[in-house]
């Protein structure tokens, strides 16, 4: 093959790459604009709270939620990516158990480790960061912690917890890691995990869940790569957010019975200090997987172009530009939004 041929080649593959940027840019677009109707959504139906009551009411803006944040965006780019083609008859594959499922799973400990390690050294560089601005409340907007509100109504509570054990990672896995990360693994698995893991941090609508979820993103790409299924990362997703929902559980039991129950505050101490230990047993875990984890190569199917082109033409295509600004508007509260509706 000459260099002429060579160079076409290259061409073709920077140029199919660029739209498939252009593609994931325009999704996400989709998605912050899916949030935004959301909100007003949300916002009129409120009045009906009276008329349906709360419980109802409750329910409502989980349905609508579900509706318009995962199953139009993945609906799109089902349809953008050609998805419904593309995985005719292959979802089992997709979906296929590993052959080293249990030590596979046996990871949870250090993800999970990996990712709240992260979510603390996120709530120290916002305290500090406060601290240095002179206690700017813009500053303790943005990194406000995001926590799953309790409830006394046991029925909000059940649909929240089947919402983010059961709808969030199943949708969100098959979306990410299956769509997503499958139309960005011609051009380097490598990139597939960084992009996708990205996107996936910029899903969760505030700063700081940003680092958290995109380190989060990040090892569970590796996984879906190294195992070559989305099976395993979903059940590690379920169990990554089955330790928020439990302690939701207890929390709104807490409230349900007033804060006056022994029992229940016993179990709360219990379980909060537990779940302080696994954080830590986890960041151990993970330092002993760094060596392994070094020595594990990643396979790159395009290296005809480094890795910081294919990031910088990821970063640089419009739609993408057009998704960070609807990013930096969703992570900041929606004050852009607020600012041209002034």
Same mark, same amino acid.
């Given at each position: ?39 007003? *959504? ?36 089902? $349809? ?57 409340? $813009? ?24 919402? *983010? ?10 979306w990410v890691r299956g769509i ?34 995109? *380190? ?23 169990? $990554?957010n089955a330790v928020a929902a ?46 392994r984890i070094r020595k594990y ?42 600012? $041209?509706?002034?």
């Open positions: 093959m000459d260099d002429d041929t060579i160079g076409d080649s290259q061409k073709l593959m920077i140029n199919s790459y660029k739209i498939v940027c252009a593609k994931l840019g325009f999704i996400m677009c989709v998605f912050y604009a899916c949030r935004i109707l959301n909100g007003f *959504v949300a916002d009129m139906i409120s009045g009906w709270t009276d008329a349906v009551g709360k419980t109802a009411m409750y329910i409502m803006h989980v349905a609508l939620a579900v509706l318009l944040i995962y199953c139009v965006p993945i609906l799109i780019t089902s $349809i953008t990516f050609k998805s419904f083609s593309f995985y005719k008859g292959k979802l089992r594959e997709l979906y296929k158990k590993p052959r080293r499922l249990s030590r596979t799973l046996g990871n949870f400990p250090a993800l999970y480790g990996l990712g709240y390690g992260t979510a603390f050294l996120t709530l120290v560089a916002s305290l500090l960061l406060l601290k240095v601005s002179g206690g700017h409340s $813009i500053i303790e907007d943005l990194f406000k912690p995001t926590v799953l509100e309790s409830s006394s109504d046991i029925t909000s509570v059940v649909a929240m917890v089947f919402v *983010v054990v059961v709808i969030a990672p199943i949708f969100e896995e098959f997503i990360f499958d139309a960005l693994k011609p051009y380097g698995c490598g990139m597939a995990i960084i992009i996708s893991s990205v996107l996936f941090g910029l899903m969760h609508g505030s700063l700081y869940m940003l680092f958290y979820t995109t *380190v989060i993103g990040f090892a569970l790409g590796y996984i879906r790569y190294a195992t070559d299924s989305v099976f395993v990362t979903t059940l590690l997703h379920t169990a $990554i439990g302690l939701l559980l207890i929390s709104s039991l807490a409230e349900i019975t007033g804060g006056e129950s022994s029992i229940v505050n016993t179990i709360m101490g219990i379980y909060i200090l537990a779940v302080l230990i696994l954080v830590l047993i986890g960041i151990i875990a993970f330092i002993k997987k760094i060596p190569k990643i396979e790159n199917a395009w290296t005809g172009i480094s890795p910081g082109k294919k990031t910088a033409l990821f970063f640089l295509s419009i739609p993408v530009l057009f998704m960070l600004i609807l990013a930096i508007n969703e992570h900041a509260n929606n004050l852009l939004l607020d600012l $041209i509706i002034r």
